[in-house]
């Protein structure tokens, strides 16, 4: 089991350097490795360290945050389709973004981060406020809550939108996307990211016992609702930081985690480094194909992953049930 693990760790690490690698190549211009490492002009070395380098990072970094905040959420929930848009927290950042840029407040990415973790936040307490009963965060209750109060949030910012001439920001938080991405913005995420990494390290054992089972992880001293409500807030965290930077991207947070498990099992403390490399591997080829498929044209990266991941995870699902049958 060790050797499979190790063997599966290396895998993912060489495909998560070569979609970096390839990203950092693509775009309107293809540029050869050696290019990288040597430009041949002054133009193509500021395009590289200015505008690829930084979108490059951005990728692997919120590839990363969505890929663990599915795996958190499907852990607390008990449910393997749950995403993070299910608890309306990308919703609630969205919308707080719209309603940020009709009050007149300056979009700089600072601002953004705010807003989208504040919106992220209203509406995480909202459903969570839905879901709690006397005995405790019922994870059914969690996932109908927020799927029904996603749905109201984007009927809301798309009202606001249409009413506010608006429609192009949303669009373009809508449909995902790293154009325009900075240094700033990869700062922030690196120091999200750090966050997440120490939080998973100090939860990683409780969070183990309680993918298994509640009544085990009560048995032996695991706090299951404070267990739940600080995974929630890592996941508030990821998310809201993901759709401040790059708007709503599918799939990541939904599919990896369940590839990885059908891979490497379901032990958490065992599998959540799998699922970070994987989705940073992940969103670093997608971000690759959206620049190049159709230059100088970027396809919408949330479409894209949503279509590439569906049929990935469908492969996967087919190939598990084959096995299964036989």
């Not at 070395?45 to 795996?71: M, N």
């Not at 989208?116 to 006397?134: D, K, P």
């Not at 190049?292 to 949503?306: D, K, Q, V």
């Amino acid at each position: 089991m060790q050797h499979k693990i190790a063997h599966l760790n290396f895998i993912l690490i060489c495909l998560l350097l070569l979609g970096f690698t390839i990203d950092l190549c693509s775009g309107p211009t293809w540029y050869s490795p050696l290019t990288l490492l040597h430009p041949h002009t002054g133009l193509e070395q500021q395009i590289i360290l200015q505008v690829r380098l930084p979108r490059a990072l951005a990728s692997v970094l919120i590839g990363s945050l969505l890929a663990v905040a599915g795996q958190l959420l499907q852990t607390i929930s008990r449910n393997p389709i749950a995403d993070p848009a299910i608890l309306g927290v990308n919703s609630g950042a969205n919308l707080a973004l719209i309603i940020g840029t009709v009050v007149g407040i300056p979009f700089t990415i600072a601002a953004r981060f705010g807003l989208a973790l504040l919106g992220a936040l209203i509406a995480f307490c909202i459903v969570l406020g839905l879901s709690v009963t006397r005995s405790g965060m019922q994870p059914l209750r969690l996932i109908l809550g927020g799927t029904i109060f996603s749905g109201f949030l984007v009927s809301v910012a798309y009202a606001v939108s249409l009413l506010t001439q608006s429609t192009a920001k949303y669009r373009t938080l809508l449909v995902g996307g790293f154009s325009g991405v900075t240094y700033q913005a990869v700062t922030l995420l690196a120091i999200t990211f750090f966050i997440l990494v120490i939080g998973l390290f100090c939860l990683r054992q409780e969070l183990t016992l309680l993918a298994l089972n509640d009544q085990l992880a009560q048995g032996l001293g695991t706090k299951r609702n404070w267990t739940r409500l600080w995974a929630a807030c890592l996941i508030v965290l990821a998310a809201g930081a993901s759709v401040a930077v790059a708007g709503n991207i599918a799939f990541v947070g939904l599919g990896i985690p369940q590839c990885i498990a059908l891979l490497s099992g379901h032990n958490f403390k065992h599998t959540v480094g799998q699922v970070l490399l994987a989705g940073g591997a992940f969103l670093s080829f997608g971000d690759a194909l959206a620049k190049s498929a159709h230059p100088p044209f970027e396809l919408p990266l949330g479409a894209l992953t949503a279509i590439l991941g569906g049929l990935f995870l469908f492969i996967f699902l087919w190939r598990n049930q084959e096995e299964a049958l036989n």
